[in-house]
T-cell receptor, first 115, second 114 residues
Framework: AQKITQTQPGMFVQEKEAVTLDCTYD???????LFWYKQPSSGEMIFLIY??????QNATEGRYSLNFQKARKSANLVISASQLGDSAMYFC????????????FGSGTRLQVQP | ETGVTQTPRHLVMGMTNKKSLKCEQHLGHNAMYWYKQSAKKPLELMFV???????ENNSVPSRFSPECPNSSHLFLHLHTLQPEDSALYLC?????????????FGPGTRLLVL
């Protein structure tokens, strides 16, 4: 079974609108961290936001927020007030346990912001 | 230089060539990673180094040989590659931080094997 599932290969949003990118995860470890990265066409992976499994509140970073629903094992990224520069691939990733340092990534969602 | 740098940014090589990818991090981190990103596939972890010691090898073929001489530098030596090895190779680094330990990535090397 896939550890990280992103079911939306592509999404369109109008400039200044909000958009939600879906991510579900699968783990039996009670300790885990969830990350979202943005990858523009240049290739570099840019860290956006982090949510820990024990965090009580949803994470927020500027226009990015994470809708964390632990019971449903979902960690959706919400981008508010979309900008043209938000057009990129977005990846959800997970670290399982405190010992393992590697991340497992989903297949990504391509977001296109339209003027 | 700041962050994580990778050279070269683009590389074309034949199947009989030997080449090396270089990664350098200027963040004072103690862990470094190699990932492979093929078209239409999720990022795949290749190797993890912690304080210069390899801690993970994700069943990578021996034609990929990593080297980590110190905590700031990471190399990926390539020899007798196959066309299916064409991909974007991303280097990342991180510092001990528990579950919230964030990996910072370089711009990647786009490799084409002919």
């Amino acid at each position: 079974a896939q550890k990280i599932t992103q079911t939306q290969p592509g999404m369109f949003v109008q400039e200044k609108e909000a958009v939600t990118l879906d991510c579900t995860y699968d783990t039996s470890d009670p300790s885990y961290g969830l990350f979202w990265y943005k990858q523009p066409s240049s290739g570099e992976m840019i860290f956006l936001i982090y949510q820990g499994s024990y965090d009580q509140q949803n994470a927020t970073e500027g226009r990015y927020s994470l809708n964390f629903q632990k019971a449903r094992k979902s960690a959706n990224l919400v981008i508010s007030a979309s900008q043209l520069g938000d057009s990129a691939m977005y990846f959800c990733a997970m670290r399982e346990g405190r010992e393992r340092r590697a991340l497992t990534f989903g297949s990504g969602t391509r977001l296109q912001v339209q003027p | 230089e700041t962050g994580v740098t990778q050279t070269p940014r683009h590389l074309v090589m034949g199947m009989t060539n030997k080449k090396s990818l270089k990664c350098e991090q200027h963040l004072g981190h103690n862990a470094m990673y190699w990932y492979k990103q093929s078209a239409k596939k999720p990022l795949e972890l290749m190797f993890v180094y912690n304080f210069k010691e390899q801690t993970e090898n994700n069943s990578v073929p021996s034609r990929f040989s990593p080297e980590c001489p110190n905590s700031s530098h990471l190399f990926l030596h390539l020899h007798t590659l196959q066309p299916e090895d064409s991909a974007l190779y991303l280097c990342a680094s991180s510092q001990d931080g528990g579950l919230g330990e964030t990996q910072y990535f370089g711009p990647g090397t786009r490799l084409l094997v002919l």
